[in-house]
């Protein structure tokens, strides 16, 4: 049993909103003292791979990066937590990647890892929240796709996923090999890695592959979204004003209250 995770690295989400910044020529976000971590239904994926593993007692796991040489921290945490391997897709080789893009570099990756029994992404990223990337992986690889699942078993030659739906829960069974995204639940939240694992998942080399790796030219990972422009990147303003309205007691005050709510159309 081969299980592949895909991983993506993001500002950490609690920085305070204060200190976030955003670039509005380059039009992305500022790291600035924000620390880099594991998208956080990413991590959900990895567990659920994690404990897929420790059930059937057997297997081996492979995480996937699309990322900068900054995407090393996040891959050398998924080692830390014991999957068997690591490899970094090199962003820097593939610039203005979108989310086809992405999708189309990962299929490679995991067609270079063949056999692959599920492949598993997160519910959406945290930084974009475009929760695009599962299914268009799935599509490239012309494999069978599961969203919004929280849990997996082996079923026999087949695997049966657990997963949230408008109108509850239900389990699907499904047959390898196939596409899931994981979405959060009490049953996946990550585990904490042991001081013993981080230390070996420092010494271990991280492979990264590229455009010759892979077998992909940049040019060729455009989709439908190359032609829409990305205008702009901001942070809204919101403005607000206080008013203190007098009266010598609570029927004036309310008084003064009613006749400044009519003034401004409230009323």
Known sequence: MHLVVCLKQILDPELPPGEFRVDAQKKEAVRGSASLVISVFDENALETALQLRDAAGQGKITALCVGPESAVDALRRALSLRV???????????????????ARLLAAAVRKLEPADLVFCGREAGDWHGAMVGGLLAGELQRPFVSLVAGAQRAGEKYALRRQTDEGWETVECAAPAVVSVTNDDANQPRIPKVKDN???FRRQIPAWGAAELGVAAASLAGPNAALEFASLYVPKSERQCQVLGGENAEEKAAQMAKKLAEIQVL
């Open 84 to 102: 068997d391997e690591a490899i970094r897709i090199r962003e820097e080789e593939f610039p203005a990647l979108d989310g086809f893009g992405t």
């Open 199 to 201: 230390m070996m998942a």
